[in-house]
């Protein structure tokens, strides 16, 4: 079974450059996490989906960042404009609804902001 | 709001040493615990998921403890190598749905 597949793996900007992240999370998985990681530290919440509904998004920058995940399955997450303090890893993780079931990972979007 | 801490921040043992990794969080209403691993440039393995409800995970030279009520939990690899080295993060998913990570101990097995 296919796990959590993200893409692109990296991606260098210019500063004020948009820029969107793909994750497609395991068949079933109808809870969906974005997470940022910066070097050295552990992941940070962005948002929360359960099936299309964001039921946790208080950590989004909402004034450049924005995500959506129409159909319940496939997230998109983007930065609009970027700035030089996004630079980081954005990870997109999935588990079974609610409840406390296993997270898995994917291999993260690195981002470079220049 | 749950704060996870992961102490040492890095440790460095010889081939074959038995390694201990401890966390501790401060909100003991945890629905289960979670132990990944990273590798450098790479995304979280997950390692041992220990339900509020258990003392304990076992998977291979791998075992998590966890003591809900005193916010901690212990992830113990036996005979450690060098492929162990990495970053092990602990992270606490609380009953109103939010998961904490802690930042991580970094492991270098020296061979």
């Known amino acids: 079974e296919a796990g959590v597949v993200q893409s692109p793996r990296y991606k260098i900007i210019e500063k004020k450059q948009p820029v969107a992240f793909w994750c497609n999370p395991i068949s079933g998985h109808n809870t969906l996490y974005w997470y940022r990681q910066n070097l050295g530290q552990g992941p940070e919440l962005l948002i929360r989906y359960e099936n299309e509904e964001a039921v946790d998004d208080s950590q989004l920058p909402k004034d450049r960042f924005s995500a959506e995940r129409l159909k319940g399955v496939d997230s998109t997450l983007k930065i609009q404009p970027a700035e030089l303090g996004d630079s980081a890893v954005y990870l997109c993780?999935?588990?079974?609804?609610w409840g406390g079931g296993e997270l898995f990972f994917g291999e993260g979007s690195r981002l470079t902001v220049l | 709001k749950q704060e996870v801490t992961q102490i040492p921040a890095a440790l460095s043992v010889p081939e074959g040493e038995n390694l201990v990794l401890n966390c501790s969080f401060t909100d003991s209403a945890i629905y289960n615990l979670q132990w990944f691993r990273q590798d450098p440039g790479k995304g979280l393995t997950s390692l041992l998921l220990i339900q509020s409800s258990q003392r304990e995970q076992t998977s291979g030279r791998l075992n998590a403890s966890l003591d809900k009520s005193s916010g901690r939990s212990t992830l113990y690899i036996a005979a450690s190598q060098p492929g162990d080295s990495a970053t092990y993060l602990c992270?606490?998913?609380?009953?109103?749905?939010?998961?904490?990570f802690g930042a991580g101990t970094t492991v270098t097995v020296r061979a």
């Open positions: 992270a606490v998913f609380t009953n109103d749905y939010k998961l904490s």
């Open positions: 993780a999935s588990k079974v609804p």
